[in-house]
């Protein structure tokens, strides 16, 4: 798996600045016990985004690893924060 903390998606290149492109909402939940999946939505052309949105999720072992690599792939997109609309209690 390439490490998204690399990835320069959503730099202007022009600038050398980072273009943010606001806040990614996702949701946390247990799937079965020890199995947690994040889910988001997949834009088809993030940088036109429109209503051709589809359903996206990262599955793993913890919710602390499944929020990293969520945390980290969007600010790769060019999101300024993630927002948590659920996580497991």
């Not at 730099?11 to 947690?36: L, W």
């Not at 996206?56 to 929020?67: E, Q």
Request: charged share 30%; proline share 6%.
């Amino acid at each position: 798996m390439a490490d998204v903390r690399n990835a320069t998606r959503g730099q202007n290149a022009t600038r050398g600045q980072n273009a943010t492109r606001g806040d990614f909402h996702a949701a946390i939940r247990e799937m079965e016990p020890g199995v947690f999946r994040a889910e988001y939505r997949g834009e088809l052309n993030p940088d036109h985004p429109d209503e051709r949105e589809f359903p996206d999720y990262h599955i793993g072992t913890s919710v602390a690893d499944v929020k990293l690599w969520t945390e980290q792939m969007a600010r790769a997109m060019g999101y300024a924060r993630v927002v948590w609309d659920a996580l497991p209690t």
